[in-house]
């Protein structure tokens, strides 16, 4: 009889997809949705930002996370992750079957990915980094209490390399506002009467416009709560965004898409 843990064998559990991630990023939160969408059963390794990037390397010869190591392949990039996972678990789809609906779909992630994602991180990094405890504490949530220790007592050179290489500053993250809003311009204008962004049904346009407004909408859904209320320049932040329809939009198709967690703990 084989040994099990919470109701997957030993041996299964070694075979599982493994999923590299960070905890508070929307892209990762972008494939991560996606494994719990089409309920495939997977393990999670949580990195932290900066230490991550000698593992990421040896993986992936790329620092980026997040990367999914599923049938022997390693994946980088969250796009490419979902491509992945809609050819092995094609139901329940995430990719319309109509042609041109899938076409619109494909270049709806693609626009989010490009014009959303990057410049919401900085925007939002800008704000949050405001109080540096309050980032080093979020960033190392879940890590062992000694490398939560290290990486807050690193943290003054983690941030310094994150605004170097994100291009936090006040100019960055006024281009990363007015992107913001340019988005959520978008996302409004593209809804459709069923409520969706591409026909009639939930698909990686959703998604991917959902997660990477995740960071500023804050959804209960979440699988990642934050600790401690956010830094006022982030919550007037929030505050501005929140009277917004498309805001509304991401907390409701959190609440009947998020579903449950699909991972099975290590």
């Excluded at 309050?134 to 605004?163: D, E, N, T």
């Excluded at 409520?195 to 909408?217: H, I, K, M, N, W």
Aim: include cysteine; charged fraction near 25%; proline fraction near 10%.
């Amino acid at each position: 009889m084989a040994l099990t843990t919470q109701g997957v064998s030993i041996a299964a559990h070694s075979t599982l997809p493994t999923l590299w991630q960070f905890r508070y990023s929307h892209y990762n939160e972008k494939a991560r949705w996606a494994l719990d969408f089409k309920r495939v059963p997977h393990i999670r390794r949580s990195v932290l930002p900066g230490p991550h990037v000698p593992r990421m390397l040896w993986l992936t010869r790329q620092k980026a996370v997040p990367v999914l190591v599923m049938n022997g392949e390693t994946i980088a990039d969250s796009t490419r992750i979902i491509a992945a996972l809609e050819a092995a678990h094609p139901d329940p789809p995430l990719y319309p079957r109509d042609d041109a609906d899938r076409r619109r779909a494909l270049e709806l992630e693609e626009f989010f990915d490009e014009e959303l994602g990057p410049y919401l991180r900085r925007a939002w990094f800008f704000e949050t980094l405001s109080d540096p405890r309050f980032c080093a504490a979020q960033l190392s949530a879940g890590a062992p209490p000694a490398s939560q220790r290290v990486f807050r007592l690193a943290f003054p050179l983690i941030a310094a390399v994150m605004k170097a290489d994100m291009k936090i500053d006040a100019a960055g993250a006024a281009v990363g506002r007015a992107k913001t809003i340019a988005a959520l311009d978008r996302l409004e204008a593209e809804l459709q009467p069923s409520g969706y962004l591409v026909g009639d049904q939930f698909t990686v346009a959703d998604l991917t416009a959902a997660a990477l407004f995740s960071p500023v909408v804050m959804p209960p859904e979440f699988p990642y709560p934050l600790l401690t209320a956010l830094p006022p320049p982030a919550a007037r932040l929030r505050d501005t965004l929140a009277p917004r329809r498309g805001f509304q939009w991401v907390a409701e198709l959190y609440r009947h898409h998020r579903g449950a967690s699909a991972e099975v703990p290590r």
